[in-house]
């Protein structure tokens, strides 16, 4: 499949992320969840992002997707954008495939009737009877049929792994290495195993400072992975 050259999510030296805290007058006070200092660009690959709870990320994501304004600063997307969050749910009475029907174009939908037989899922069951993980795979598979159509994209994923077992996640993670050239994909994991295949790896830093992590090579993602995992 060709693809134009690589996709790049830019974010300018400076940008803040958050929200605003409604008052009396309007407008609201800015509160700043995460800064970006410094500036980040990503190309294509994986870049797995992982932090603590609360310190972000789902917000970064939703901004990034444009669903939310940064607070300061500028985002730049070099591509067309799917976002999956970590709570997207559907009409419980639709199957998968009538959700691929009506979500996806002719191509995507093909591809996406191969994923499901590749992931085990059910497509004629009703959304509302799936399991979670099969809930997951659903959006999934929505998100990888998209790159059938051979544009570029970058996928910003929240949590895409929450659910599946160790088998449909070694799967996922093969559907991820063997993603067209030039995709550009930013997921939030607290699972391991996307660090050992991942281009690189962000976290949030104390003071909610977005940074790059040090290389695989040199033992940082792992020791960053331990410190968000370690017991109190």
């Known amino acids: 499949m060709n693809m134009p050259t690589a996709t790049t999510l830019q974010i300018r030296p400076g940008t803040s992320f958050g929200y605003r805290v409604s008052g009396w007058g309007g407008g609201g006070r800015a509160r700043v969840v995460v800064r970006c200092d410094d500036g980040l660009r990503l190309a294509g690959g994986l870049h797995v992002f992982a932090a603590p709870n609360g310190a972000g990320k789902t917000t970064l994501l939703r901004t990034l997707a444009g669903l939310l304004p940064p607070l300061s600063g500028e985002v730049r997307l070099g591509a067309e954008v799917h976002y999956q969050s970590d709570s997207l749910g559907f009409?419980?009475?639709?199957?998968?495939?009538?959700?691929?029907?009506?979500l996806l174009t002719a191509e995507a939908r093909a591809r996406a009737a191969s994923l499901a037989d590749a992931l085990a899922l059910d497509r004629r069951c009703r959304y509302g009877r799936?399991?979670?993980g099969n809930r997951a795979k659903v959006s999934i598979i929505l998100a990888e049929a998209r790159l059938a159509a051979g544009r570029p994209l970058i996928l910003l994923q929240d949590e895409p792994l929450a659910g599946l077992?160790?088998?449909?996640?070694?799967?996922?993670?093969d559907l991820w290495t063997e993603a067209p050239a030039g995709?550009?994909?930013?997921?939030?994991?607290?699972?391991?195993?996307?660090?050992?295949?991942?281009?690189?790896?962000?976290?949030?830093r104390a003071g909610g400072v977005l940074?790059?992590?040090?290389?695989?090579d040199d033992g940082a993602w792992n020791a960053l992975y331990e410190s968000l995992h370690a017991t109190p």
């Open 130 to 132: 799936l399991s979670r």
């Open 211 to 216: 940074q790059p992590v040090g290389h695989a």
């Open 165 to 173: 077992d160790h088998g449909t996640r070694r799967r996922v993670l």
């Open 91 to 102: 009409d419980p009475e639709l199957s998968a495939d009538q959700l691929f029907g009506a």
């Open 183 to 204: 995709t550009t994909r930013l997921v939030v994991i607290h699972e391991l195993e996307p660090l050992r295949r991942a281009d690189s790896l962000l976290t949030i």
